[in-house]
């Protein structure tokens, strides 16, 4: 049995040729699923019956267990869902005024071992199918409020650039009129900087978000809180960050959590500057860590939050300070499924 959610609609349509049915029933059935959201093929009342039932024989539409939900008091939500293959993985919901983000997992744990992130703890297993990541999204909108989805952001466990092409498969049916129609500038990949993903990423003509984990401002402390920054140092990576602006015309933000005592000084502040000061579509957004109480670091304190923060709007550095979200049901990446394995 096959994931039905694995193929885009010039694919359906080849499925269904090769089924002895006509390409017009796979777009009705890429309607059904995707516009209406039914995910049982009896349902699809204008596909003929015995059509439906060679369907069922040869796909398979939602293949996750809902293993966990949980609500924090800012009403972030976060769910954990089981795959066929005993494996979970997680995703947020988070809902912020007319703005509800669901931030996506693409790997079943993570090989890269940051060291603030729990998402690497229990290992690397696999890379996640493009109809496992569009289901994702069709949980997400399931948990949301009036089923409101209105941005994606591939911040969750694993690093999208190690699993490309089923992140860019799932973003085309996404994104596509005929799909979910989730436009592309509300769709954010976030990298921990995997330069040759960033050029790849450049070609794709599609108009989507960048951001960079950055969370050092020196090769040295980069390479102790991110061991991929060995690969691809800060000077390569920015220049690369360049040349993707450049030629997208696109803003990229760079992520930088604030940890105490290790990158949230005036001289990491200042640091960050210098690595940033020349580049004009640059974003910087500070995030105050959530505490995690398998590793070893602290949230920076609000004051010292404060100062980075001012040192860089003074600076002319475009930033902005993310709120904290969740911290109430584990939202920080990878913390759910860690606890869940852990019970
Ligand atoms: S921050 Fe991203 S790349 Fe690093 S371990 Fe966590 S999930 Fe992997």
Same mark, same amino acid.
């Given at each position: 049995?096959?994931?039905?959610?694995?193929?885009?609609?010039?694919?359906?349509?080849?499925?269904?040729?090769?089924?002895?049915? !006509?390409?017009?029933?796979? =777009?009705?059935?890429?309607?059904?699923?995707?516009? =209406?959201?039914?995910?049982?093929?009896?349902?699809?009342?204008?596909?003929?019956?015995?059509?439906?039932?060679?369907?069922?024989?040869?796909?398979?539409?939602?293949?996750?267990?809902?293993?966990?939900?949980?609500?924090? &008091?800012?009403?972030? &939500?976060?769910?954990?869902?089981?795959?066929?293959?005993?494996?979970?993985?997680?995703?947020?919901?988070? $809902?912020?005024?007319?703005?509800?983000?669901?931030? +996506?997992?693409?790997?079943?744990?993570? !090989?890269?071992?940051?060291?603030?992130?729990?998402?690497?703890?229990?290992?690397?297993?696999?890379?996640?199918?493009?109809?496992?990541?569009?289901?994702? %999204?069709?949980?997400?909108?399931?948990? *949301?409020?009036?089923?409101?989805?209105?941005?994606? %952001?591939?911040?969750?466990?694993?690093?999208?650039?190690?699993?490309?092409?089923?992140?860019?498969?799932?973003?085309?049916?996404?994104?596509?009129?005929?799909?979910?129609?989730?436009?592309? &500038?509300?769709?954010?990949?976030?990298?921990?900087?995997?330069?040759?993903?960033?050029?790849?990423?450049?070609?794709?003509?599609?108009? +989507?978000?960048?951001? %960079?984990?950055?969370? *050092?401002?020196?090769?040295?402390?980069?390479?102790?809180?991110? $061991?991929?920054?060995?690969?691809? $140092?800060?000077?390569?990576?920015?220049? *690369?960050?360049?040349?993707?602006?450049?030629?997208?015309?696109?803003? %990229?933000?760079?992520?930088?959590?604030?940890?105490?005592?290790?990158?949230?000084?005036?001289?990491?502040?200042?640091?960050?500057?210098?690595?940033? !000061?020349d580049f004009k579509l640059a974003k910087v957004n500070l995030i105050p860590s959530n505490h995690i109480p398998e590793l070893e670091f602290e949230p920076a304190s609000k004051n010292s939050v404060d100062i980075f923060k001012d040192y860089l709007v003074k600076s002319r550095i475009n930033v902005t300070l993310r709120k904290e979200r969740g911290e109430d049901i584990n939202a920080a990446c990878g913390q759910l499924r860690l606890n869940y394995a852990k019970n």
């Amino acid at each position: 049995m096959q994931d039905i959610k694995d193929l885009d609609l010039k694919n359906l349509e080849r499925e269904f040729l090769a089924l002895g049915a !006509k390409p017009y029933h796979a =777009r009705q059935v890429f309607s059904w699923l995707y516009k =209406r959201g039914v995910w049982d093929f009896n349902y699809m009342s204008d596909i003929p019956q015995a059509l439906r039932g060679k369907l069922a024989d040869r796909f398979y539409i939602l293949g996750f267990k809902l293993l966990k939900h949980l609500e924090s &008091r800012d009403g972030t &939500r976060k769910i954990l869902l089981g795959t066929k293959d005993n494996n979970s993985i997680e995703s947020v919901l988070i $809902p912020a005024n007319s703005r509800v983000t669901g931030c +996506l997992s693409s790997q079943v744990g993570c !090989k890269y071992g940051c060291s603030f992130c729990a998402s690497g703890m229990l290992g690397f297993k696999r890379n996640l199918t493009a109809g496992e990541i569009i289901e994702e %999204v069709i949980y997400l909108k399931d948990n *949301a409020l009036e089923n409101r989805l209105t941005h994606l %952001v591939f911040m969750g466990t694993g690093e999208p650039m190690d699993n490309y092409e089923n992140v860019i498969k799932a973003i085309r049916i996404i994104n596509s009129s005929a799909g979910l129609n989730i436009g592309a &500038r509300r769709i954010t990949i976030s990298t921990n900087g995997i330069i040759p993903g960033i050029e790849r990423l450049s070609s794709e003509g599609l108009q +989507l978000e960048l951001s %960079v984990s950055l969370h *050092a401002a020196t090769d040295e402390l980069r390479s102790s809180l991110m $061991p991929v920054n060995k690969s691809y $140092p800060l000077s390569e990576l920015i220049q *690369a960050c360049k040349e993707y602006s450049l030629k997208t015309h696109r803003q %990229v933000t760079f992520e930088y959590i604030l940890i105490k005592g290790l990158n949230s000084s005036l001289r990491d502040a200042e640091g960050l500057f210098r690595l940033l !000061k020349d580049f004009k579509l640059a974003k910087v957004n500070l995030i105050p860590s959530n505490h995690i109480p398998e590793l070893e670091f602290e949230p920076a304190s609000k004051n010292s939050v404060d100062i980075f923060k001012d040192y860089l709007v003074k600076s002319r550095i475009n930033v902005t300070l993310r709120k904290e979200r969740g911290e109430d049901i584990n939202a920080a990446c990878g913390q759910l499924r860690l606890n869940y394995a852990k019970n």
